[in-house]
């Protein structure tokens, strides 16, 4: 299976700022890159799809970019609620596989 | 309202067997493929299964191949999930989410929590 790896693992980080989770695949997904937001106590949330396509919905703020195996999500801006775990998903494969999460936590 | 609601969790002892439901509504059922992802506590999102619009082209993890087994029945807008031989490690909150485009998940049902234990 596609292995993803997400770093960092987690992030401590103040309202406002820009922050960068960056995620790794193990071979060449193309462009097969979604992310998602979790909340406590809630299921995840598609932010971003096909690396780079905002979901419905989703803030400007949140933006997606890269090819291949190097992929980055950015929050351009943090708002108190973006505080949440996020993952990275590849769907190059018909076996699925999530990266292992980074928790954005209040500075 | 698109919705996905799970149903089925439980205790169930090393060994045994749960059947999972979740009951679609809000769209147009029979167009989407749909799966079935897990998340143990305090971990990790963790796929488990996938099948088709149709119901003809399936996928399972490997963690789970050969015990589980997805379906659907388009006419009552339900994907389930048959567990058997399950393990401590198979505890977790089943989530159903559909597939919308580009193998991405969404919506995602609330879960439904399995666990196995003695």
């Known amino acids: 299976d596609i292995q993803m790896t997400q770093s960092p693992s987690s992030l401590s980080a103040s309202v406002g700022d820009r922050v960068t989770i960056t995620c790794r695949a193990s071979q060449t997904i193309t462009t097969y890159l979604n992310w998602y937001q979790q909340k406590p106590g809630q299921a995840p949330k598609l932010l971003i799809y096909?690396?780079?396509s905002l979901e419905s919905g989703v803030p400007s703020r949140f933006s997606g970019s890269g090819s291949g195996t190097d992929f980055t999500l950015t929050i351009s801006s943090l708002q108190p609620e973006d505080f949440a775990t996020y993952y990275c998903?590849?769907?190059?494969?018909?076996?699925?596989?999530f990266g292992q999460g980074t928790k954005v936590e209040i500075k | 309202e698109v919705q996905l609601v799970e149903s089925g969790g439980g205790l169930v002892q090393p060994g045994g067997s749960l059947r999972l439901s979740c009951t679609a509504s809000g769209f147009t059922f029979n167009i989407y493929d749909m799966n079935w992802v897990r998340q143990a506590p305090g971990k990790g999102l963790d796929w488990v299964s996938y099948i088709s619009s149709s119901g003809s082209t399936i996928y399972y993890a490997d963690s789970v191949k050969g015990r589980f087994t997805i379906s659907r029945d388009n006419t009552k807008n339900s994907l389930y999930l048959q567990m058997n031989s399950l393990r401590a490690e198979d505890t977790a909150l089943y989530y159903c989410?559909?597939?919308?485009?580009?193998?991405?998940?969404?919506?995602w049902g609330q879960g439904t929590l399995v666990t196995v234990s003695s």
């Open positions: 989410a559909r597939t919308p485009y580009s193998g991405s998940f969404d919506p």
């Open positions: 998903q590849q769907s190059y494969s018909n076996h699925r596989t």
């Open positions: 096909s690396t780079s």
